[in-house]
Antibody, heavy 123, light 107 residues
């Protein structure tokens, strides 16, 4: 059974940092891209970013709203993906979902989802 | 960015109904189109990728079609467990973008 389990969420003040972790199991972690999607309270889904697998140089791509503030990395030996969030803003408040992305070249699609974890940015 | 526009934003239907949801891209995305289902308080679930390919375990009452800029998700016979919000997403160009969602509820 495929599992993606997020951890590290919680309440953080504006301007501070937080790191989310996503531990994967039940699939070939190293072959997949790993991504993040968020959902603000009562809103729709927003793609945040993702990291390609080693075969594609672990290159990252991000939404404009988080570029230069968020970093995604991965540790294939421990099957963990990370979302480092710096300079957090109140508008970053959302449930963050980890995703397992299948693909190559241009077309990386989301196959798997974690259960989500809440990040609240507030003073 | 590519804008994804879903219609309708919501619909009411009965068990057994045929339901169709439309997704339009602001520019061509070839076949890089996926559909997701989300129930309240739960993570989304991947239903369809590459316009019409069902993800593993997804019932065959779900189907997708279209090409270029216009796409459709069809549920051939709505079941009680299908009441949810559905999202399309393009993965042709970064940033990947989602439609605003279509909520399917009980008539």
């Amino acid at each position: 059974e495929v599992q993606l389990v997020e951890s590290g969420g919680g309440l953080v003040q504006p301007g501070r940092s937080l790191r989310l972790s996503c531990t994967g199991s039940g699939f070939s972690f190293g072959d997949y891209g790993m991504g993040w999607v968020r959902q603000a309270p009562g809103k729709g889904l927003e793609w945040v970013g993702f990291i390609r697998n080693k075969a594609y140089g672990e290159k990252t791509s991000f939404a404009a709203s988080v570029k230069d503030r968020f970093i995604i990395s991965r540790d294939d030996s421990n099957t963990i993906a990370y979302l480092q969030m710096d300079s957090l803003k109140t508008e970053d408040t959302a449930v963050y979902f980890c995703t397992g992305d299948n693909g190559y070249g241009v077309g990386w699609r989301i196959d798997y989802w974690g259960q989500g974890i809440l990040v609240t940015v507030s003073s | 960015d590519i804008q994804m526009t879903q219609s309708p934003s919501s619909l009411s239907a009965s068990v057994g109904d045929r339901v169709t949801i439309t997704c339009r891209a602001s520019q061509g995305i070839n076949n890089y189109l996926a559909w997701f289902q989300q129930k309240p308080g739960k993570a989304p679930k991947s239903l369809i990728h590459s316009v019409s390919s069902l993800q593993s375990g997804v019932p065959t009452r779900f189907s997708g079609s279209g090409y270029g800029t216009d796409f459709t998700l069809t549920i051939s016979s709505l079941q009680p467990e299908d009441f949810a919000t559905y999202y399309c997403q393009q993965y042709h160009t970064y940033p990947r973008t989602f439609g605003q969602g279509t909520k399917v509820d009980i008539k």
